[in-house]
């Protein structure tokens, strides 16, 4: 087959700093036909910038116009589910940030339309794409620390990046915040190693219900927060624990992103990301280190993720970051939410496809 057209639906922080500028890696195989944003000088403004066909202001104008074959959705969170359905239902591959939905009803009709009109659907984050990740699966499948007992994960920030506008306010609005925005890189790490997590007990709450921005023009804007801002999650699986500490309320941390410790060892580093290390410990002997696997092209790029939908929309295969997964890490993030207010642990509603033999 020729190109695939490619159409982008949101054009703001996301598209315009981590996905646009990293087009030019998929040229050979994919075209820039379409980018839409209800913002029409956004719209028009990638358009020019990054070589679009076409901009537009209307999703469903977008979906009638612009010939794309696949979607990308970096709309805001809330977004996620209406504008990929619409791209689903209209025939479309897609390929939409993380999280899949806001509901599990809502990701389960995305999940049965990809189906319904034979097209493919993946989501972010593209965190099993990464030889590193693939490498700590490696790890503990051949053994390296004995079984698994137990894991620990932390996803810690200050939000307020440079240049932040009040744009993204939303941020901290019902339906995003730490846990949705950064929490989903662990769980997807933490699922992926282990499976279909069994049960989930959290707590939660806002410690810092106002954030100012820092810098830029609108340095002093004052941001209410309606999300919780801080999370602390308990996982279970058969023979199994794990938690996860997630908060904007830090600004520096030396702590690793994931430690798995087994019986005959423990595994330490960052698998969620591209080219970091692994720090590997072996009962009897001392704490070593594994150079980053080798990667080629653009594996740290976000791009990748778009790069291996091409790929399995070409050979009809299920992408590796598939929605049967996120929607099971969706269903761990809104489990862990009411858990908080019920106070009490909560069996999850969802599983996915493992392979067999996992640890």
């Given at each position: ?143 390296a620390i004995g079984r698994p007992t137990f894991a620990r994960a932390q996803a810690l920030a200050a939000p307020l990046w440079e240049g ?15 846990l949705m925005d950064m929490g989903v890189y662990a769980l997807t790490g933490l699922t992926g190693l282990f499976g279909p997590a069994l ?161």
């Amino acid at each position: 087959m020729g190109k695939v057209k490619i159409g982008v639906v949101g054009c703001g922080d996301a598209a315009q700093r981590f996905y646009l500028p990293e087009f030019h890696r998929i040229e050979e195989r994919a075209l820039l036909v379409a980018v839409c944003d209800r913002e029409e000088e956004r719209a028009v403004a990638a358009r020019r910038r990054f070589g679009a066909r076409a901009s537009y202001r209307d999703v469903q104008q977008f979906l009638r116009e612009s010939g794309a074959d696949m979607v990308l959705n970096l709309t805001p969170h809330h977004a996620h589910a209406s504008v990929s359905l619409a791209a689903l239902e209209a025939g479309r591959h897609v390929y939409t940030e993380k999280p899949l939905a806001q509901s599990l009803e809502d990701a389960t009709q995305l999940i049965e339309a990809a189906r319904a009109h034979g097209v493919k659907l993946a989501c972010a984050p593209l965190t099993w794409l990464f030889p590193t990740m693939r490498r700590w699966q490696q790890l503990i499948r051949e053994g390296a620390i004995g079984r698994p007992t137990f894991a620990r994960a932390q996803a810690l920030a200050a939000p307020l990046w440079e240049g932040f506008s009040p744009d993204h306010t939303w941020y901290f609005r019902a339906g995003s915040g730490p846990l949705m925005d950064m929490g989903v890189y662990a769980l997807t790490g933490l699922t992926g190693l282990f499976g279909p997590a069994l049960r989930v007990s959290a707590m939660a709450g806002t410690i810092m219900h106002e954030r100012v921005i820092g810098d830029g023009p609108f340095a002093g804007t004052r941001i209410p927060s309606e999300v919780d801002d801080s999370v602390h999650v308990h996982l279970e699986w058969e023979r199994l624990f794990a938690t996860l500490d997630i908060s904007w309320c830090v600004q520096a941390s030396r702590n690793e992103t994931l430690e798995v410790y087994g019986d005959a060892g423990t595994l330490s580093g960052d698998p969620t990301a591209a080219h970091t290390p692994i720090h590997v410990f072996r009962l009897g002997g001392p704490w070593t280190v594994e150079a980053p696997p080798q990667c080629l092209g653009h594996s740290g790029s976000w791009i990748r993720g778009v790069a291996h939908l091409i790929d399995c929309v070409v050979t009809n295969t299920e992408p590796v970051n598939n929605a049967l997964h996120a929607r099971h890490v969706l269903d761990i993030m809104l489990t862990a939410v009411r858990s908080a207010k019920e106070g009490r642990t909560l069996a999850l509603q969802t599983t996915f496809p493992f392979p067999t033999g996992a640890p």
